[in-house]
């Protein structure tokens, strides 16, 4: 399992060499934000009284900082940012009642199949980069010791994330659908470890501006 302190050197290396090269050559760059729904992929959610799985639903959002090639039509490169939140349910032995997290920090590459400029474009990109999973305090009832509550606190892992997309930019509105890649997961926890299978479906509409330096 990768060590937290891992995501803020990740993350200051990405924004240090996109830095340094839009420094170099950057004569427009490109700012996009998308919100939407979002559907757990893999199996986060298992009771650990019986292994089964408890049904999630949440949200999602991204936001990217793209540096615009002028010299290949279409193609950006940069930093991107996305963050999904799943509330799940409960059951009657485990609460489950909290907001799990799945986040990528990466490198992105976005591709505009069309020219930017006409109503309706097309795009695809590819996001690589440090993906982290949190979860919730945990509690549940445990039967081989008298019924007593068992509180499992807060966790966090990392692994390595890939995020795809594809969509349509209308005018500057975009309509995407997304997919990060379920990677295993693995929290320590004091009674036992949570090893978890972890992605995400998500679908969005956003934003998308272009602007010179």
């Not at 298992?46 to 002028?70: A, K, M, Q, R, W």
């Amino acid at each position: 399992m990768l060590k937290p302190t891992i995501q803020t050197y990740f993350l200051a290396s990405l924004f240090s060499l996109f830095g340094f090269t839009t420094m170099l050559q950057a004569q427009e760059l490109s700012f996009g934000i998308n919100l939407g729904y979002a559907q757990t992929q893999g199996d986060p959610f298992n009771n650990p009284s019986n292994s089964t799985n408890v049904f999630s639903l949440g949200i999602g959002y991204d936001l990217d900082l793209l540096y615009v090639f002028e010299n290949v039509e279409g193609l950006m490169l940069g930093v991107s940012y996305n963050r999904n939140i799943f509330f799940t349910a409960s059951d009657e032995s485990v609460s489950y009642l909290g907001f799990y997290g799945l986040a990528l920090y990466g490198a992105k590459l976005h591709y505009t199949l069309l020219d930017d400029k006409k109503l309706l474009s097309p795009f695809a990109s590819l996001t690589l980069g440090l993906g982290q999973f949190s979860t919730p305090p945990l509690s549940y009832y445990e039967p081989l010791i008298d019924n007593i509550q068992i509180v499992i606190p807060p966790g966090i892992a990392f692994n390595f994330g890939i995020r795809p997309e594809l969509g349509i930019q209308i005018n500057r509105f975009t309509l995407s659908v997304s997919y990060i890649v379920p990677m295993n997961y693995n929290i320590e926890w004091f009674i036992q470890d949570l090893e978890a299978k972890v992605g995400s479906l998500n679908i969005c509409a956003g934003y998308r501006h272009n602007f010179k330096l």
